[in-house]
């Protein structure tokens, strides 16, 4: 973080970055820990990829924000597919069996948010889901 730019860990080799005229909202020069901190998940989409792997990422768009409720899961790139399933069946089924707001990133990262019971039962069964995966990668019983 710099005076007018944010660094944003996007699950690949180089981070990305945010500047303050594509962040969330208008903060004072040199005040932008008052509106995104180390620490914070946020939803974003990338602008533009540079030719010496840099990244600009923004805020600006329907559904980017900073997300101030629910969890963020990693998941094994690899494995995300078996995530999502054909033609979502596997995160339709996820969340309708939790009730809860899943959204899978193309960074395999997974935000979940609903009411603490449901974002419980959803880490669980997104556990179980990735243990399953890669024993049947391997061949094996779970």
């Not at 594509?22 to 990829?49: N, W």
């Not at 600009?56 to 690899?78: F, I, N, Q, Y």
């Not at 309708?96 to 395999?108: C, F, G, L, Y």
Request: aromatic share 4%; proline share 3%.
């Amino acid at each position: 973080m710099t005076n007018n730019i944010w660094f944003i860990d996007i699950g690949a080799p180089f981070n990305a970055i945010l500047p303050l005229s594509l962040g969330p909202s208008k903060a004072s020069f040199g005040g932008l820990r008052s509106v995104l901190d180390v620490g914070d998940a946020i939803l974003c989409r990338i602008q533009e990829v540079e030719e010496n792997h840099s990244s600009v990422a923004t805020m600006k768009g329907m559904g980017l924000r900073k997300l101030k409720t629910g969890a963020v899961e990693s998941v094994d790139p690899h494995l995300l597919g078996r995530v999502i399933g054909s033609k979502g069946v596997n995160l339709a089924d996820l969340k309708e069996k939790t009730d809860t707001r899943i959204i899978v990133a193309d960074n395999a990262r997974v935000w979940i948010d609903g009411d603490v019971v449901g974002i419980i039962s959803a880490r669980a069964e997104l556990g179980a889901m990735m243990k399953k995966a890669k024993v049947s990668e391997y061949g094996g019983d779970v």
